[in-house]
């Protein structure tokens, strides 16, 4: 009984994890690198929030997305930042590496 319940939910996670990874060719984060704006082009209307982390994993920014909008990071400092972009749920669409220069 535990093998069929451990099975069932390896394949309930496999099935959110390709639902979600099958947007991801659809969002992208530019200019990289980036001097004091970025945009993010969402093709399926899907993201919600975007969120910086510096590479210690702490939250520097944090905007509510509108599209065709640029956000402003000209006040970090030059480094490397993690994107991470969510839909309006607050789930998880795809994180990526960008360097602030």
Known sequence: MK??????AFL????????QTSL?????????PATEYISVQDKNDVVG???IFNLVGKKVKEFE??????YYI?????????IQILDRNKRGL???KIEKR
């Open 3 to 8: 093998r069929i319940l451990l099975v069932s």
């Open 12 to 19: 309930l996670f496999v099935a959110a994890m390709q639902a």
């Open 24 to 32: 991801k060719p659809d969002l992208s984060v530019f200019p990289n």
């Open 49 to 51: 929030n975007v969120y």
């Open 65 to 70: 997305f509108v599209k065709g909008e640029q």
């Open 74 to 82: 000209g006040d970090l400092p030059k480094g490397m930042y993690l």
């Open 94 to 96: 795809t994180t990526q």
